[in-house]
Nanobody
Framework: QVQVAESGGGLVQAGGSLTLSCTAS????????MRWYRQAPGKQRELVAG???????SYADSVKGRFTISRDNAKNTVYLLMNSLKAEDTAVYYC??????????????WGQGTQVTVSS
């Protein structure tokens, strides 16, 4: 089994910063992509940022210049540093890890989500 767990969510005032982390564990052979998504009430889940095994990053236009995604391969962990937070960033943030189990194809695994609330 592969387990994915996010942490770091909470309440922050507009203009503040918050760092999320996501760690994969269990029966993992290796990890490929790692991505952060978010979903606000009544909204579709959207891709926020992604990072490849080689460290190439991508961001949604709404967070470019404010959010930074990074990874620590030794810890099987991906981070999302969020700066200059806005009320519209309020959402449940989900981590998705694409990994190979010892036997099996490349598969995406979701974390349970962590709530980020930005007050203004």
């Amino acid at each position: 089994q592969v387990q994915v767990a996010e942490s770091g969510g909470g309440l922050v005032q507009a203009g503040g910063s918050l760092t999320l982390s996501c760690t994969a564990s269990g029966s993992i052979s290796s990890i490929n992509f790692m991505r952060w998504y978010r979903q606000a009430p009544g909204k579709q889940r959207e891709l926020v940022a992604g990072i490849s095994s080689g460290g190439s990053t991508s961001y949604a236009d709404s967070v470019k210049g404010r959010f930074t995604i990074s990874r620590d391969n030794a810890k099987n962990t991906v981070y999302l540093l969020m700066n200059s937070l806005k009320a519209e960033d309020t959402a449940v943030y989900y981590c998705m890890v694409w990994a190979w189990a010892p036997v099996g194809p490349l598969t995406g695994y979701w974390g349970q989500g962590t709530q980020v609330t930005v007050s203004s």
